[in-house]
């Protein structure tokens, strides 16, 4: 098996060497051409997955690409990338569940930069396909290995919201926020930990620093409405749920909340 990664590895440098000599000694085109020939035919012969894998980088229509990488894996080669970019296509698609054995497949083939990286998105992965317990050892094994950054401290933070672990959720998120101040992500999810905590005060707050910091908000509207019936502000609540209504019913994908959810609250707010 090392000896097979180390070969499949090394072909793409096997190419760039023989590029290199070829300059040096000032080889003819024909020359060249040839090498690269035996090198292509190489590839083939002895690495029918890493051949592919090479090939899809030269297709841009999508479904081909896509077609050319699920024939490298099915080779099973001893590289990262066929795995990591079918999963991250996977991703895109939201196939999560055929994404996480990929994702698994690519880490064992990588450097531990890459790894970390993969590691996050088999995170963002195994939580979206319903293992949130699982995404949050992953998270926190990057954590104590000492890999902190915005985006792993906001994935933790989304998978606790998934386990209804408000409190960790609430931690996770205002971390998240201290690698950006800028960013409104973790403040939608501090805003919905508060709230689910009860305090309201805060989760208002929260969705009010971000509607002014989004450009087309949608769901905030509906949390901050929710935010302030709970504190008794109901003529409040009602403007802001209605505007939440109508952008939902607008643009359905931009939210999480059903729209019939959004009509029930807002009718509470006009009584």
Not at 31 to 37: D, K, Q, S, T, Y
Request: charged share 25%; net charge neutral.
């Amino acid at each position: 098996m090392k000896l097979k990664q180390f070969w499949q590895k090394s072909l793409i440098w096997l190419l760039l060497f023989w590029c290199i000599l070829a300059l040096i000694y000032h080889s003819s085109v024909i020359v060249i051409i040839a090498g690269v020939m035996v090198w292509v035919i190489v590839v083939f012969l002895t690495a029918p997955g890493v051949f592919w894998n090479y090939l899809s980088h030269f297709i841009f229509n999508r479904q081909k690409k896509e077609r050319w990488l699920v024939k490298a894996v099915s080779y099973k080669p001893y590289i990262s990338q066929p795995y990591a970019v079918l999963a991250i296509i996977y991703a895109r698609q939201k196939r999560w569940l055929e994404a996480v054995p990929l994702l698994e497949q690519a880490i064992g083939y990588t450097n531990l930069q890459s790894s970390a990286e993969l590691k996050n998105l088999l995170a963002i992965a195994c939580r979206e396909s319903g293992s949130s317990d699982k995404a949050l050892e992953i998270l926190t094994g990057l954590i104590e290995s000492g890999t902190k950054s915005f985006i792993i401290y906001l994935n933790l933070a989304s998978a606790y919201m998934k386990l209804g672990r408000w409190e960790e959720m609430k931690a996770a998120a205002e971390k998240a926020r201290s690698f950006d101040l800028k960013s409104n992500q973790p403040v939608l999810l501090m805003g919905r930990a508060h709230f689910e905590l009860g305090e309201f005060q805060k989760a208002k707050d929260d969705y009010e620093w971000s509607i002014g910091h989004m450009s087309w908000p949608v769901e905030s509207y509906y949390w901050l409405g929710r935010s302030e019936l709970e504190l008794g502000e109901k003529e409040a609540a009602a403007t802001h749920l209605k505007t939440a209504l109508e952008r939902i019913k607008d643009d359905p994908d931009m939210a999480d909340v059903p729209y019939l959810e959004v009509e029930e609250w807002l009718k509470k707010a006009e009584e």
